[in-house]
């Protein structure tokens, strides 16, 4: 079924009013908030990470609620099981024939929280998912919503306990999102605000409630589509990327991979500003989320003490845009 057509101009109130739905429960994090909508209309997985009790997950819950998606959350742990996400062929006595039992990964959006404290051998289980939108069990593969969207947290600051994600997984992701502590006006905001509220928070206390649905998001994802990538940019977003592959402080530059997504990610950064072509200063703003989880540092770069942002920063300042 083809979705509704919708205008640039409704893309941009349909994005905003998803913010001031969000911005009913979550202080500040508007470019996290940002990003995440870039993501939706581009179709791509998010991996938040930022100190414990920065509301990460709550900042997820509270997005998937605002857009309406079917919600699904596995908290990752070191005995999770990839059956645990997936689901599995379980035998009817009844029947004499094996039913399939869905696991949570059968949703629109799933919130994959401390995605890194679990083994490498269950975070493998969402590669096929968040690459194919679709699971296969026993050889039978079963698909999952067109729209299927993966947000993962993570802290950066720990090390026991948790796994470091497969460069294969860390790949699938459009962006790293790094969530920093709130401003102390902010932070004055968010004690006044759940100072008083005993007990867990959910977007419904908050009065957060559901503004759109599938079917306007996948218009919405459509229309960004149709936003004009001009064969210059496409030329600096392939030149930006190439220029990883080729610094000596890199020992692994992104993939090809990561070009598309640059590229998809910047069309609908260009919509959600009310563009119909995408500027160079698109590319720009979104290199670093894009590019840092998917970039190795040199043993000599580690040494010198260089760090994966700065790089990405010259990289950017280094490969010249068109004009």
Not at 1 to 8: D, E, G, I, N, Q
Not at 9 to 38: F, M, N, P, S, Y
Not at 296 to 322: Q, R
């Amino acid at each position: 079924m083809t979705a509704p057509a919708m205008s640039l101009e409704e893309v941009g109130r349909l994005a905003q009013a998803i913010r001031a739905e969000v911005g009913k429960a979550v202080v500040g994090q508007a470019e996290t908030v940002d990003a995440l909508l870039v993501a939706l209309f581009a179709q791509g997985h998010v991996l938040l990470e930022g100190p414990p009790g920065t509301a990460k997950t709550f900042l997820a819950q509270c997005f998937a609620t605002a857009i309406g998606l079917d919600f699904g959350r596995i908290q990752f742990t070191p005995d999770l099981m990839p059956g645990d996400i997936l689901g599995s062929n379980l035998f009817n006595f009844q029947t004499s024939a094996f039913t399939l039992t869905r696991g949570p990964i059968f949703c629109e959006l799933l919130l994959a929280d401390e995605i890194n404290r679990t083994p490498p051998k269950t975070q493998a289980a969402l590669l096929e998912a968040m690459q194919e939108r679709r699971v296969t069990l026993d050889g039978t593969p079963h698909p999952l919503p067109a729209n299927f969207l993966v947000v993962a947290t993570q802290n950066p600051i720990e090390s026991q306990g948790v796994y470091p994600l497969p460069e294969a997984q860390l790949d699938r992701f459009l962006f790293k999102l790094l969530v920093p502590y709130p401003s102390a006006e902010e932070e004055a905001r968010i004690v006044r605000t759940f100072g008083e509220r005993a007990g867990p928070q959910r977007p419904a206390d908050l009065d957060v409630g559901t503004v759109t649905d599938t079917a306007a998001i996948a218009a919405a994802a459509q229309a960004v589509k149709s936003v004009m990538l001009a064969d210059s940019v496409v030329d600096y977003v392939v030149r930006l990327v190439r220029a990883t592959r080729e610094s000596a402080d890199l020992a692994a530059g992104a993939s090809p991979r990561a070009a598309v997504l640059l590229a998809n990610a910047a069309r609908a950064r260009a919509a959600l500003d009310g563009r119909d072509y995408v500027l160079p200063d698109d590319v720009k703003a979104l290199a670093g989320a894009v590019l840092r989880h998917r970039l190795l540092l040199s043993p000599a770069a580690e040494i010198e003490g260089k760090a994966v942002e700065a790089l990405v920063s010259e990289l950017v300042e280094s490969t010249e845009a068109p004009r």
